[in-house]
């Protein structure tokens, strides 16, 4: 394995930027494609249940996040046993959070008109449309989930990146010529399943070939395990209020605003969703080598890192946030036209919103 962290960084930061690159700039031409082809309630439709999703998605309360830290040390260590039950244990996990989801989403079902204001949308059976998106959200539960969780601890995020960044290439392609030639949403989104599949059985085979040494086998013992629920305690609070911020808002919109309101807020957290995902690719790419140096390096040393990278990502977010004001306006008008743009104070809000969620994004990290 690796050891430079620099280079793992590095490496890992770039694919993180060029697949946050290419998901704005497919997700953009998509998110148009719909509005032009389709209306603005399609648009509105997709962000209802992309929420709902990330609902149901809180069954996962951090585990993968717990496994991951849970790995630094006997990844750092060479302790393959160690790694290879924490492999087996979070496979176990990952099938019970696929059944806790698909279950979830079953219940609510009947109620998902209600959700959406309780209008019809012209062409479109929203029940079915939804349990394509419940189908999707559990699908890598069942498969090969874990194996991502490896890769990402052992510093080789980068495949992973890699292997979303082309399978969204063919993913974009295939739902532009969808949109634009048989104009079917159905097919549309069942694209996205077909495409959360193909991703996962490419990363197994990465993950297989990068590293055989590490298998699904063995057992953790129960202070191991208890350390991990010790972390997903606390993890599941922070997931709790990601989706709060990020998924019932839209929710909301839609039950008592309806549709229209919910894409046009959509197209401004889309904007400033992107901006947020290239910060945090960076600094999800910098984790594992970060977690290596708490290990590997003294207190003092860890300590003027984190001020060093605390000066640099203050400044690009004061940057960014400032770049929200100017610009924000002036491109929805030349994107959607002015009926789909906000008045200038919710537009401001979101510029705050960007500013006071991102500049804890390093001290998080240590």
Not at 146 to 167: C, E, G, P, S
Request: hydrophobic share 50%; proline share 1%; glycine share 6%.
């Amino acid at each position: 394995m690796d050891n430079s962290r620099s280079k793992n960084s590095k490496r890992n930061i770039g694919s993180g930027i060029v697949n946050g690159l290419s998901t704005i700039v497919f997700g953009f031409v998509i998110r148009t494609i719909v509005i032009y082809v389709f209306n603005e309630k399609y648009l509105g439709l997709s962000s209802v249940f992309n929420s709902l999703v990330s609902v149901l998605n809180m069954a996962e309360l951090g585990f993968s996040t717990a496994i991951v830290v849970s790995m630094y040390k006997p990844l750092a260590r060479g302790d393959t046993d160690v790694v290879c039950a924490l492999l087996a244990y979070y496979r176990k996990i990952c099938r019970r959070i696929g059944f806790l989801i698909l279950g979830c989403g079953l219940i609510i079902l009947p109620f998902v008109p209600r959700l959406v204001g309780g209008k019809r949308v012209e062409g479109l059976n929203v029940t079915v449309l939804f349990l394509f998106y419940l189908v999707d959200a559990s699908a890598s539960y069942f498969l090969f989930a874990y194996k991502t969780a490896l890769l990402t601890a052992a510093q080789r995020f980068d495949l992973v990146k890699n292997t979303y960044t082309i399978v969204n290439l063919l993913k974009s392609i295939a739902q532009v010529v969808v949109l634009v030639l048989l104009e079917n949403f159905y097919i549309y989104v069942l694209l996205t399943f077909f495409a959360t599949i193909l991703s996962n059985l490419v990363i197994f085979r990465i993950s297989v070939h990068v590293f055989p040494q590490f298998i699904s086998y063995g057992e953790l013992e129960k202070g191991q395990k208890k350390d991990i629920r010790k972390q997903v305690g606390g993890l599941a609070i922070s997931k709790l209020g990601q989706v709060a911020r990020n998924s019932f808002d839209t929710l909301i919109l839609s039950v008592y605003l309806g549709l229209t309101s919910v894409a046009m807020y959509n197209n401004y957290f889309y904007i400033y969703s992107s901006v947020c995902g290239i910060m945090w690719a960076i600094t999800s790419a910098m984790q594992a080598s970060v977690a290596d140096s708490i290990v590997s390096e003294s207190i003092e040393k860890n300590y003027q890192d984190l001020k060093k990278f605390e000066f640099i990502f203050g400044w690009i977010i004061s940057w960014c946030t400032s770049c929200f004001v100017c610009l924000y306006q002036p491109f929805m008008k030349l994107w959607v036209g002015d009926d789909l743009v906000l008045k200038t104070l919710d537009m401001l809000l979101f510029c705050l919103y960007f500013y006071f969620m991102m500049m804890g994004g390093i001290r998080n990290i240590y």
